[in-house]
């Protein structure tokens, strides 16, 4: 059990080398009001005058002390050659330099203080750790806080009340700290700030002493006893009653044996009953035990919780790699990865697939059947196409001439003008599928080649060539996916097999034609049908008002004949019928030239291309150099790594049998 505050004092400054706090270690936190009596109680457990004092706030910084228990001279001089004093202090912040003059360990806590937190009164966060080894103590570790203040004196901040408790809260907060709440005997606990922070971190009590001071101070006629035995205030780990020094007794130098022999002596003559169970060497015992027990229940949390960082820091120094020494091999091996990273994101056989939205081939898959798809259905075969356009082609493809059947250039004049609707989705189908693999770009930087963020310049030279190659096949394909709508342009094939209705439709007219041919009843209903019709709307073939050649009025509008009729449902037919023909052709063939000139081209040449590009002797170093914050994060790393594994070995080092 003994060796166990030892075990923490070493696993601390394991840490400290390291600068880092990741893991909460089992120590005991000292808080009180300003001129509360901490300094006399700390004090007393080291019995040595050593810390600052003065007016206002003294202590400044928290102070992390550590007490050793060491053999006597006498003893050390038999067995070793150490430090030749009987007892001695070192700080952290002055390596290799050991104060025997408790005097000088003073001034260097101020003038410590002072280097940080200046010589304004003011807080500073940053701990001053000072180690005491002395045949007279007992194993302890204490951080000693600033006293709880409430109004700013001189030069102090406004907000000096919050800082202090802001900073007391961040220590008592950890679980595996014991607080050693401080208060005087000659004030009411009730309004005790040292109570009411404990309060606030551990509720039940359970890592609470308290400590009540200045039991000599007392007005004539009171004592402490109720709240000694716990009847004010119950607190779970017990309450210690001290006399602390006067001013007067440090004023003449008062040494700290006799203020004990005069603190027990009052013990017994005021309260006889709990004099064995009070006064600064019960406080110490009682710390000491109540340290290692806490730290005995603690240990195998710590344990783990060591175990666990160990994995995750490990973990993180792989993910930096190791520094680069042969700087061809690497390259191929990132480039490489790289590539293969892009192409398997395509294929959707990445080992990081996205599960909040569709990437890579997934997406490209979308593009082609459900939007570019979707897209080509909603267009209306005969969308922005009326009658009257449809009967201006017809007389501009007869010329002068009445026609007696439809004229087939006005057919195909018209189904161009319909199948060029068809480009420009197509065009567009070319544009997504070239910005999707775009962002593949990024996806495989930030998810699948996270060695490849250790090198910037590298990066973005690699994203740079792959944009290129991007860039350059884009117009490509773009040309492509023109020329097929080019080349249904080109010719309108009327005997496509699946055409059937050109056959169907020119059998229709000519039979309708033919009865029109054969007598003139039909001839003269149609005519007297079209003078009972209402007026339709048909204009003149620059579909202004129709000229007017003569001084009489004409009609502005007229209803059509039934061969006008006739002649544009039949145009109509052939338009929706051969345009359903071409549409299919242009769904089904935009698809495979976006894939074979654009997305099959890019998977079969980006290594080659990335290679071609990067792999070269004058490139090699400037690519791969490291950014500042990966070597400094892998440093970081590497030695908080390094302290998990060396505080590992020591609590391994702990048998179990010192355990209980």
């Not at 030892?6 to 000292?30: K, S």
């Not at 551990?202 to 001071?213: E, N, Q």
């Not at 169970?277 to 710590?302: E, Q, V």
């Amino acid at each position: 059990m003994e060796t166990l505050i030892p075990t923490i004092n070493r696993l601390q400054e394991v840490f400290l080398t390291v600068g880092a706090e990741i893991i909460h270690l089992p120590q005991i936190v000292v808080v009180g009001s300003q001129s509360s009596g901490k300094s006399s109680v700390l004090e007393s457990l080291v019995g040595r005058d050593f810390l600052p004092r003065g007016s206002g706030i003294v202590t400044r910084r928290p102070l992390v002390l550590q007490l050793v228990n060491v053999a006597p001279l006498e003893e050390r001089r038999k067995t070793e050659n150490g430090v030749k004093a009987e007892e001695w202090g070192t700080f952290l912040h002055c390596k290799n330099q050991v104060f025997t003059d408790f005097g000088e360990i003073r001034r260097e806590i101020e003038a410590e203080t002072e280097r940080s937190s200046g010589n304004n009164k003011g807080i500073a966060p940053e701990p001053i750790h000072l180690k005491i080894f002395s045949p007279k103590v007992l194993n302890l570790t204490l951080v000693d806080l600033p006293g709880i203040t409430k109004v700013p004196v001189g030069d102090q901040p406004e907000d000096i009340e919050s800082q202090v408790q802001e900073m007391i809260l961040s220590f008592i907060s950890n679980p595996n700290s014991l607080i050693l709440s401080v208060s005087a005997a000659n004030s009411d606990l009730a309004t005790s700030d040292a109570l009411k922070l404990a309060r606030e971190v551990d509720p039940d009590g359970r890592r609470t002493l308290l400590v009540v001071s200045k039991l000599d101070l007392m007005d004539a006629g009171t004592d402490a006893l109720e709240v000694l035995l716990g009847r004010v205030i119950p607190v779970r780990l017990g309450i210690i009653g001290v006399v602390n020094r006067s001013q007067h007794d440090i004023n003449t130098q008062k040494s700290l044996g006799d203020s004990m022999k005069d603190e027990q002596a009052f013990l017994q003559r005021h309260y006889p009953s709990l004099a064995s169970r009070a006064g600064s060497r019960y406080l110490a015992k009682t710390l000491s035990r109540l340290l290692m027990h806490h730290i005995r229940d603690c240990l195998p949390d710590l344990k783990t919780r060591v175990t666990v960082l160990s994995a995750q820091y490990q973990s993180r120094l792989n993910s930096y790699g190791q520094p680069v020494e042969d700087h061809s091999a690497t390259l191929l091996q990132i480039v490489t990865k790289f590539a293969s990273d892009y192409c398997n994101t395509i294929e959707g056989t990445a080992r990081y697939i996205q599960t909040s939205e569709l990437c890579g081939g997934a997406r490209i898959c979308y593009i082609f059947h459900e939007t570019f798809g979707r897209t080509l259905q909603s267009i209306d075969p005969l969308g922005g196409l009326t009658e009257l356009d449809i009967l201006t082609a017809i007389r501009n493809a007869t010329g002068p001439r009445p026609a007696l059947f439809v004229p087939e250039v006005s057919f195909e004049l018209l189904v161009k003008r319909q199948i060029k609707r068809l480009e420009e989705p197509s065009l567009r189908c070319v544009e997504l599928v070239h910005e999707e693999l775009q962002r593949i770009i990024q996806h495989c930087s930030s998810f699948s080649t996270q060695e490849l963020l250790r090198f910037p310049k590298l990066h973005d030279s690699i994203v740079e060539v792959v944009t290129g190659l991007l860039r350059k096949r884009l117009p490509i394909a773009n040309e492509m996916v023109h020329n097929l709508v080019a080349i249904e342009l080109a010719y309108i094939n009327t005997k496509h097999p699946d055409f059937t209705d050109a056959a169907q439709v020119s059998a229709s007219v000519n039979s309708q034609q033919a009865e029109g041919l054969d007598g003139t009843k039909r001839w003269k209903n149609d005519k007297v049908a079209e003078e009972k019709a209402p007026a339709a709307g048909f204009g003149s073939p620059s579909k202004g008002q129709p000229i007017n050649l003569l001084d009489t009025a004409v009609p502005v509008s007229r209803k059509l004949s039934s061969k006008e009729q006739r002649d544009c449902e039949v145009i109509q037919r052939l338009i929706k019928s051969y345009f359903l023909i071409v549409r299919k052709t242009i769904q089904d063939s935009v698809p495979k030239t976006v894939m074979h000139f654009l997305v099959n081209y890019v998977k079969e040449h980006l290594q080659s291309e990335l290679v071609g590009q990067l792999y070269k002797q004058t490139l090699l170093q400037d690519l791969l150099i490291e950014s500042q914050d990966t070597a400094q994060q892998r440093t970081e790393v590497a030695q908080m790594l390094q302290a998990l594994k060396k505080a590992n070995h020591i609590i391994s080092e702990i048998r179990e049998t010192h355990l209980w």
